[in-house]
């Protein structure tokens, strides 16, 4: 109930009957009488009460004095005063029954403590009522031409309408997106600022948009997700009503939180997490600022890709090669035509001009023969050897766009696959034509590659964590703070990973018995809680036969002391294991959640940051599959995979111990500060996996 009554506070903040102005200036120049032009001028049908005790009327509507004397109750308060009046103007309109407040004063929580006492009374004033903002520019629904913001950016006489909705937790940045969309032909549906996000927040809408009939893509400037659960659950929303979620998160440079003592915490820095969410929930991450316009408009054509086989279509040499290699740098194939293919291209050359053979598919002139530009494309698209085809706009198409235009858009009700336009020389005016014609055309011949890659990535369903349930263990002995090795690998034991057969001695005579039961090879270790990275230090040695581990212990001894100026009282006695694939097994915790982390392991696994990173949901564990998907991603996979000739790795018990681990996680929680195995080894098919380095840190 209280969702459905979210939804359509949220309906009715975005496509009000009634807007009521607070703070409305006569003076259409000024900031605070833009809210009333722009309704005006762009049509809105609804009512608009304008209120300022000084003035009657405003661009000839009647004016109110107050709140209080508004002949009807408004669907929206826009708040156009300062910050130490807008509570009271909130509070009267939430007493009225208004839907919605739009703030768009600062001087709120990004101000810092008095600000934040500030916003605290505005949440506090607005009761039921919801809240935009504050320091909001506001929003824009282009659907309906109801613009709800005092930003000059918004001073156009017609809004480019469409299908992508934008969700900016920056004002600026708005009209930033909005400028260039229109300039470029690219049609949007609603602008949406939630910037401080006091109440309503980029879940909220993301929510809306998933129900929204006029929008078919969701695009995203992301400064921080505040609640990780409702931003899961409003993407997958959006990704089960098929429309995909752009978002370009700022903030990448930003040094990743360093756990204590792991390899983990420095190869799941904050952006990672970031990254890591993005994939679960199934939202593309754009890349750079103009990915957030480039892929969006691609993916707003619902045009899927399903293969990596590309035609590039080109009449200017330079440019088709162009476009080509940034498709192979990506990883896309281009293809020469199969047999078939070619000789339907070949029966339509007119002359020896067109060399259409190969691929790039060079037909020279195209852009004057509409008929020959025709042709080829519904060749290439109805080929079964390519998957989407890239036309290049050299310029030859810049005397009659139109016609170029039309050309393309006339073959694309003929199949669904994607269909992409570069434009080679600088030709704004040609790119938006095209864009207008619903062809997505792009100035730079990368954006091509970044294109097709999201249309590819649209078209797989995610894998989200969240089915399986952590194990009922019971934690009540375990004790507070670092453990040693032997004992953080005994907590991952009592969850379902094994360890090497080990053995825990004080002096060289314990540690000949117990190489003798271990093996013609062991490892020696000290054993220590403080001190982690035992090899930073001489503490570990590898490969060592029994009769020598009594020397190589006393000389061990004196190494570590001369390094940390204290000798180790305890070792360990390991088997040694040297048929199975180093991994990192981890897990990481910052203000975004819990990750589990996989990755290539032994002393280079921070070096190399060959990972993949997965966020528990808010209750239980990864399920198979995502633990599955985890291994997949790895560079290393063909090393698991029987590269080479290697025997195959024991996958399944791979799987089976990144799922435990992850229920060791969920289970303790908050207590488990970090935890990480490096390295655990995977052995040949069959054998299982093998714990035989571990971290732990527990809390109270």
Not at 60 to 89: N, T
Not at 160 to 176: E, H
Request: with cysteine; hydrophobic share 45%.
């Amino acid at each position: 109930m209280a969702a459905q009554f979210s939804a359509d506070a949220i309906a009715r903040l975005v496509k009000p009957r009634s807007v009521a102005v607070i703070g409305a200036s006569a003076d259409p120049s000024k900031t605070a009488g833009r809210p009333v032009a722009y309704l005006t001028r762009h049509g809105f049908t609804g009512e608009i009460y304008p209120v300022n005790p000084r003035v009657d009327a405003i661009g000839g509507i009647r004016c109110y004095p107050d709140i209080g004397s508004l002949p009807a109750v408004p669907d929206v308060g826009i708040v156009l005063l300062g910050a130490e009046r807008a509570h009271q103007a909130v509070r009267e309109l939430a007493a009225r029954g208004t839907g919605a407040a739009i703030v768009l004063a600062s001087g709120y929580t990004e101000t810092g403590d008095a600000g934040a006492r500030r916003q605290a009374e505005l949440v506090e004033a607005a009761g039921d009522m919801r809240l935009l903002g504050p320091n909001t520019i506001g929003l824009v629904n282009l659907t309906d031409n109801i613009p709800l913001s005092a930003s000059g950016a918004l001073a156009m006489d017609h809004f480019p309408a469409g299908s992508i909705g934008v969700v900016s937790q920056s004002g600026g940045i708005l009209g930033a997106l909005l400028s260039r969309a229109a300039a470029r032909g690219i049609g949007l549906s609603k602008l949406i600022s939630t910037s401080n996000e006091a109440d309503l927040e980029l879940a909220d809408f993301i929510d809306y948009l998933a129900d929204d009939a006029a929008t078919r893509v969701i695009a995203l400037y992301v400064e921080s997700v505040r609640n990780v659960e409702r931003f899961r659950a409003a993407a997958l929303k959006a990704a089960a009503a098929g429309k995909p979620v752009v978002a370009f998160k700022i903030g990448r440079s930003e040094a990743g939180a360093r756990a204590a003592v792991s390899h983990t915490g420095a190869m799941a820095g904050a952006d990672r997490m970031y990254d890591a969410l993005f994939r679960q929930v199934g939202v593309i991450r754009a890349q750079t600022f103009s990915d957030l316009i480039d892929i969006p408009a691609a993916l707003a054509t619902g045009r899927v890709l399903h293969g990596k086989r590309i035609a590039v279509l080109t009449s200017t040499g330079g440019a088709g090669t162009l476009v080509s290699d940034s498709l192979g740098v990506s990883g896309f194939e281009t293809p020469a035509p199969d047999a078939q293919t070619a000789e339907r291209l070949r029966a339509l050359q007119n002359g020896d001009h067109a060399a259409l053979d190969r691929n790039p598919i060079d037909v020279t002139l195209a852009g004057l023969q509409p008929a020959l530009l025709r042709g080829a494309i519904r060749t290439l698209l109805a080929s079964p050897g390519y998957d989407a085809v890239t036309i290049i706009v050299g310029s030859s198409g810049l005397a009659m766009p139109d016609l170029m235009a039309d050309a393309i858009n006339d073959c694309l009700p003929e199949t669904d696959k994607p269909v992409l336009a570069y434009v080679s020389p600088h030709a704004p005016q040609v790119a938006a034509v095209l864009n207008q014609r619903g062809v997505p055309a792009f100035s730079a011949p990368e954006s091509c590659a970044v294109a097709f890659a999201a249309m590819l990535a649209a078209g797989k369903p995610c894998v989200s964590a969240g089915d399986a349930a952590p194990l009922p263990t019971e934690i009540g002995d375990l004790p507070n703070g670092a453990l040693d090795e032997h004992a953080a690998k005994q907590l991952f034991a009592r969850f379902g990973v094994p360890g090497v057969r080990e053995t825990v001695v004080e002096n060289e005579a314990a540690a000949i018995d117990a190489a003798r039961v271990l093996g013609d090879r062991v490892v020696l270790k000290m054993l220590s809680a403080s001190i982690t990275h035992k090899s930073d230090v001489g503490g570990v040695a590898v490969n060592i036969a029994p009769e020598d581990i009594g020397a190589r212990l006393a000389a061990m001894r004196d190494t570590v002391r001369r390094h940390t100026g204290q000798a180790p009282d305890r070792f360990l006695v390991q088997e040694m294991i040297g048929n199975g694939v180093e991994l990192i097994l981890g897990t990481h915790r910052d203000a975004l959640g819990t990750a589990i982390l996989l990755g290539m392991g032994g002393v280079t696994a921070e070096l190399f940051q060959d990972t993949a990173l997965r966020l528990l949901p808010e209750s239980g564990a990864l399920t198979r599959a995502e633990a599955l998907s985890m291994v997949w991603e790895l560079k290393t996979w063909p090393l698991l995979d029987g590269y080479r000739g290697r025997p195959k790795a024991d996958v399944d018990a791979l799987v089976d111990a990144i799922v435990a681990f992850s229920q060791m996680a969920a289970v303790l929680g908050p207590r488990l500060v970090e935890a990480e195995i490096n390295p655990i080894f995977v052995l040949p098919a069959g054998q299982g996996v093998r714990a035989a380095d571990g971290v732990a840190v527990l809390g109270p």
